[in-house]
């Protein structure tokens, strides 16, 4: 039982270390630009955020670090009134600094795109089509 209690502390420890970073409702509006050009639009400045990377000798998974650096830097670009954020850096010691920027209705263009452009001929991506002559 007293093993049981002791493997089971680091683990509330480490599940607990999100709690209370949550997104605000203002922050929902702003977009990543993971890899999109912000030339366009009008910087505000910058944020740099900060979480727990580790706790005691035990890394944090590094996507949650990452997923909590990004929540937290559109909570503050949120209060600047940016619609946009992009990533300066790669995090480093669970601090990461971000840029804060205004772009309005512009969108921002995804690193890779979900559909294909049409071809000429109007079926999508590569394909080519021919007509079909029955003989």
Not at 3 to 27: E, F, H, Q, R, Y
Not at 65 to 91: C, F, G, S, Y
């Amino acid at each position: 039982m007293r093993k049981t209690l002791l493997l089971l502390v680091p683990v509330l420890l480490l599940s607990a270390c999100n709690w209370g970073i949550t997104m605000d409702d203002a922050a929902k509006n702003v977009r990543t630009a993971w890899s999109g050009d912000v030339s366009g639009c009008r910087e505000l400045g910058k944020v740099t955020v900060s979480v727990m990377d580790h706790v005691g000798p035990v890394d944090r998974n590094t996507i949650t670090v990452r997923d909590e650096l990004e929540v937290l830097a559109r909570n503050q670009a949120a209060q600047m009134h940016a619609d946009t954020i992009k990533p300066l850096a790669e995090p480093a010691d669970g601090s990461q600094p971000w840029g804060a920027y205004q772009c309005g209705t512009r969108q921002i263009p995804a690193a890779h795109s979900p559909n294909p452009p049409a071809n000429p001929n109007g079926a999508p991506g590569n394909a080519q089509t021919f007509p079909v002559h029955g003989g």
